[in-house]
């Protein structure tokens, strides 16, 4: 029996279909929170209690709250529905250079919600956390064992923190060694944002080092920029060209020589984990993306983790807290009096809910499969590379690459098409764009990181995508790019005006 | 392996394709001497039946805090959260994306950060919130230094009654010779913060409730910080108490943090959590983190996008505000789901709850013989001064069963004044059998 008995027109007329896949019912504009909420809106049942206010200090509010409430069922479709408007890599491939978009395995989601983990306060006895903290140290021996470390301090919150901890830990070794003086530290210009960032924080002078031709850091130029005034060098290995750096160790030699530390930028450790061992390349200090490397999901930007391992020389000188194990059982530090640890960088023991998903993902693939994952990364990129290679332009030629396939724009000349619409037309072939515009060193830069969680069949139709893309842009479709993205929720949007006059929150428009 | 899709065949064929024979010729930038043979000194891959295993083990090992009693806060509530919570925060397209760097295919993340920002404004009175922080702790040294940014001044008179761990964390960032003047710990809101303020101060930095469970006078605060030309900033650890306390920018206040967790976020032994930070209109552009702005699009339709990146990292480099760059952003969307059900009216009678239900057991326990409360206001959480020290107290009743609370001495380790100081926190998890089985516990105890 057909549900259309009734002969009801089936064809969409009058109706804009632009823009939408799927249609309006997949596919919905979502109003605000504040245009479909209530007042005497709630999703919970508490009742309406009588308090006296004696205690209260004669603070009680008398400003509106002015928060709108959904009961269950409208907040449930309200964000269901705003969730559909997002990609994600469960839905596709996400091909972010340096942001390592792999598979989040959902027994990580599992433990972490385990209540032994997720229901336990950081500020309970000892005694009563010791599953915890003996989850901490095992972590902890998983990242030193896969970095030839001595020590690893687990708090920082995030990539960027980790950096901080870790310029911290050299600033305070300089300071127990009478280098107070040391003001500048060594960044080439191939890096992340947070390197020069982190460094200038913390009142240091940033001299940025040139790439050679090949992409590369050369010994010779880091000797050049060396001398009694260095802190550190704060080098991402490998770097954001998508390379190994060939003359790490002798670049860490030079520093060690003058008398300064080796600070890596451990984002990229996806392509070298179990193949590598930071510490035999002579770093002081690492952080290690728990939310790339070790699959915790990036949930629209974060949380994230960033543990830093710390050679011997820094090791005394890592934040409060940590864990030591004992023949009781655990005990966690979580004061320095009486140490030369520089201090404290967050409130309680840092990100319990990254650690137990990386070291459920640790288990999971054990030495053996975290070293075939790093080479499943460095192949897929590198079958990408050779699949591409004959369209697109690759600054730094045919040699291979690491993990991520860097492209600049210099395929696109004379077409009209810039490395934005690229990317946007991306959008249109079902796929979230490439880091554009990163590293800085290249023109135009397309950095591409499909990671080991691609299938062949899955790398195939995204390298069809790419070409299919470029040889249209060579035969002069160049609309199909200035339009872009045209399928998605939302055309471009005006950047531009969002920053002139921001609007950074609901108003009333009576208010306005 | 379960998580890696290729066969041996699918690896072969795209060596071919490379033009490789063994994929260890793609290391071939790695010197010899420095790579790993074939043995990673690690165990080896594990089923999920087995990982699940392992971790359950050691997850029995903790006591958890719906175990039984439980008053421990100190910065860190545990509090009912709504089971849509973490179905929704679970959804994939939430889970599992990036930043919004691509806003036409992410306007999910960024409709829900802009509510969240508007929340955050809503419940802190200002004008202006970021996109999240890592944690109150983080954000309040963020504060601090944006402070010494506005003001271009150095001085930072610190309350006493700032949580400990978060006055370490400001001494990590600022050093003392950068203008840190920390005041010595205050258990009874008695300090005079506002002789210590001049023309060289950027901030007054207080926190109400403070660590004592003391409510703090803001107006009088803000008043001589800006009869100096300086800023006030508030620190709110207990985000729920703003359900039923005056909003601190309502009072004065210049930059408002608060740790957020309480909002939709499990304890989780310390983090992840969401730090807030609220400010004026006019201090934006040194705001720290991500902020996400409203716009149309090119079909004049309206959308969201992360803007005024050219305070952020990625561009400015070394002219940045602040280096941050992975924020709390999961966090932030649980916090605003929990808050969107809770609603202005759910949020207050939650917070009119917590109040009376610590309110009640405060008198209860203060009735006990060598117990005493120190607070004349407080919100959920109070102090007690017990007749012995309180770390020693705390692990006799955890006999018991009970969670009584932190010991002060647990934050400040060296200072005898609070050795008999007990932080007790009281929220709507609590049922009354939980506080006879408290009360009867540390009437036996102080025995």
Redesign the interface.
Known sequence: MSLNTQGRPTAIENVDTSGQVGGAALLPDEPLLFEIGGPDHSGVDLDDIEIDDAFLGGQKRETPLDLPGLTEPEAMRHYVRLSRLNYSIDAGLYPLGSCTMKHNPRLNEKAARLPGFADIHPLQPVSTVQGALELMGELAHWLMVLTNTNAVALSPKAGAHGELCGMMAIHAAHRANGQDHRDVVLVPESAHGTNPATAAFLGYKVKPIPAAGDGTVRAADVEAALGPDVAAIMLTNPNTVGLFEPEIRKIADAVHAAGAYFYCDGANFNAIMGVVRPGDLGIDAMHINLHKTFSTPHGGGGPGAGPVVLSEALAPFAPVPFVRKTDEGFELVEHGEGSESFGRMTAFHGQMGMYVRALTYMLSHGGDGLRQAAKDAVLNANYIKARIKDRFSMPFGSQHCMHEVLCDDSFLNGTGVTTLDFAKAMIDEGYHPMTMYFPLVVHGAMLIEPTESESLPSLDAFADALIRLADAAKEGDAERFTNAPQTAPRARLDETAAARKPVLKWTRSSDA | ??????SEA??Q???A????SR?D???????DT???GD????????S?I???R?????????????EGP?F?G???Y?HHV?A?V?H?????????????Y????????L?????F???V???T?M???N??M?????ALAEAALMAQRLTRRDKLVVSGGV?P??R??L??YVEPDDGLSLMPTDVAAGEDLIAGVDDQTAAIIVQTPDFFGH?R??KSLADAAHAQGALLIVCVTEVIS??????P??LGADIVVA?GQSLGN?????????GLLATRNAF?RQMPG??????????G?R???L????R?????????T??????????A?AF??H????????????A??N??LA?NLSGRLAAIPGVELL????FNEFTLRLSRPAAAI??AL?EHGV?AG?PAS??L??ESSVENLLTVAVT?TSVEADFDAYVSALTEVLK
């Open positions: 392996m379960r998580y890696l899709p290729h699918d690896r064929h795209m060596r394709v490379i033009g490789i994929t010729e793609l290391f071939g930038a790695v010197p420095l790579r790993l043995a990673v000194d690690l165990p080896g891959h594990k999920e087995e990982v699940d392992y971790m359950r083990a050691l997850a029995a090992k903790n006591r958890t805090a719906g439980f421990v100190a910065g860190a545990r709504p849509t973490d929704l925060i679970q959804r994939s397209e939430f889970l599992t994306a990036y930043t919004p691509q806003p036409e295919i992410s306007q999910g993340t409709q829900t950060l802009f509510e920002q508007t929340q404004a809503h419940l009175g004008e202006v919130a996109a999240s890592y944690d109150g702790s983080t949580h761990h978060y370490d964390v001494a990590t409510l006078d803001v703003l359900g039923l306390l005056e909003a920018g309502a740790e499990p304890l989780t032994f310390g983090g992840p959590y969401v934006v991500r902020v996400c702005g409203e716009t149309l699009d090119a079909r339709r959308g969201f996008v803007t005024l990146s050219t952020e990292q990625h561009i400015r480099r070394e002219k940045a602040s280096n941050i760059c992975t924020n709390s952003g999961l966090c969307l605003t789901i808050l969107s059900l809770l609603g202005e009216q759910g949020l207050f009678r939650l009119k709850l109040h009376k309110r607070n004349k206001t407080f705390v692990d955890a969670l932190v647990r934050l380790p060296n709507e």
